[in-house]
């Protein structure tokens, strides 16, 4: 690894020395942390981090190298750029392909290694997340403002595309295995799936269940061009979530055809938001493996990922609907339920990988919505 200097600059003056590692080239973006132990190929590949410098709270990353595409979340690293304490050279795993630091070269993302990421990650959580830049060899770039850019529209796929039952599923983390029986029941069902930055274990959950899945663009209209569905699922996604208007016009649409609908992460806020709700940018937002989430009904905790820096404003809920989970550590919302209709939404993921897996079940209870 070339020994340059490099220097993370936040919006507020702060300056921390380091090392470049990764690509050589100076970014900018919006730093955030995430205090997950394990897993940062993962944490890398998904879109939801699309526009963020992203820092790891854990010390050592790297150690286990970069294992072939079937265990990322998405077709490349999605990350601004990233910010480690210390980046291992010399990975030993059995599925490693390559070092993390070749992985980011070949990406063109740059990192800065060697800072102090506890320091940075305690002024993050008392300023809150702000704006910062990567600068290598005094190569000076603007703050760029990623929330003020449709960074769905960035993310998500051009075109439709169908994964069937039959689809081979080579990814390690499908869990649960549905016996033959649930198979061909589930596969008469069709699900639209708004991929508006979409991890790729949503679509894995889905189809191992049985269910075919029609993976849609952020603006496609399935009402609109006559797709027939049985469920809606809206995805995960970067940025802020007003951006993506043809998104909630879409689901809008299902929900006055009264269409069995399920929003995860971006989706919670999306599905709030077209429902006539509200939403709000968190301090800091919630980026990790573990956060306590309370159901409000059976008062349950669920350990959870999560991967959000906005959330559902609980002071203007959505006519209808009512609070479902919410944050043991801050009381914000974690997930909707309409008090009728088949309408349902949380802001962790249930598909999570790594991680928990806690709430793997509301894929199944998505399921039975569908089929009632």
Not at 341 to 354: N, R
Request: net charge neutral; glycine share 8%; charged share 20%.
């Amino acid at each position: 690894m070339v020994n340059k200097k490099a220097l993370l600059i936040l919006e507020d003056g702060s300056v921390f020395e380091g090392t470049a590692a990764g690509f050589q080239k100076s970014e900018a973006g919006e730093v955030v942390f995430a205090t997950g132990m394990v897993g940062y190929e993962q944490s890398l590949t998904d879109p939801s981090y699309a526009g963020q410098i992203l820092t790891f709270t854990y010390p050592l990353i790297g150690n286990w190298g970069v294992p072939q595409e079937d265990y990322w979340e998405s077709e490349k690293i999605q990350v601004a750029g990233v910010v480690i304490s210390d980046l291992c050279e010399k990975p030993n795993h059995h599925l490693s392909q390559k070092t993390l630091n070749d992985w980011l070269i070949e990406q063109k993302i740059p990192a800065i290694v060697g800072i102090d990421t506890r320091h940075l990650t305690q002024k993050l959580r008392q300023k809150g997340v702000m704006l910062g830049k990567i600068v290598i060899d005094d190569n000076d770039v603007d703050f760029t403002d990623p929330n003020i850019r449709n960074l769905v529209a960035e993310v998500s796929p051009n075109s439709m595309k169908v994964h069937s039952p039959e689809s081979r599923i080579t990814n390690h983390e499908v869990r649960k295995i549905h016996n033959s029986k649930s198979i061909i029941q589930n596969s008469r069902v069709g699900i639209g799936l708004l991929n508006c930055g979409a991890k790729r274990n949503i679509i894995r959950s889905l189809v191992s269940r049985g269910l075919t899945v029609y993976e849609l663009p952020w603006n496609f209209d399935p009402f609109e061009n006559r797709l027939k569905i049985d469920g809606l699922v809206i995805s995960n996604g970067p940025g802020n979530p007003k951006m993506a208007k043809e998104s909630i016009a879409i689901i809008k649409k299902a929900m006055n055809q009264k269409v069995p609908t399920f929003g995860i992460c971006l989706g919670n806020q999306l599905l709030a938001l077209a429902a006539g709700g509200d939403t709000y940018k968190l301090k800091f937002g919630h980026r990790a493996q573990n956060q306590p989430t309370i159901d409000a009904n059976t008062k349950r905790c669920y350990i959870t990922t999560q991967n959000h820096g906005y959330t559902v404003d609980e002071k203007k809920l959505p006519s209808g609907f009512k609070r479902w989970f919410y944050n043991a550590n801050d009381n914000t919302n974690e997930g909707l339920i309409h008090k009728n209709l088949p309408f349902f939404s949380v802001q962790f993921h249930p598909e999570a990988t790594p991680g928990p897996t806690d709430t793997d079940w509301l894929f199944d209870y998505f399921i039975t919505r569908i089929l009632r």
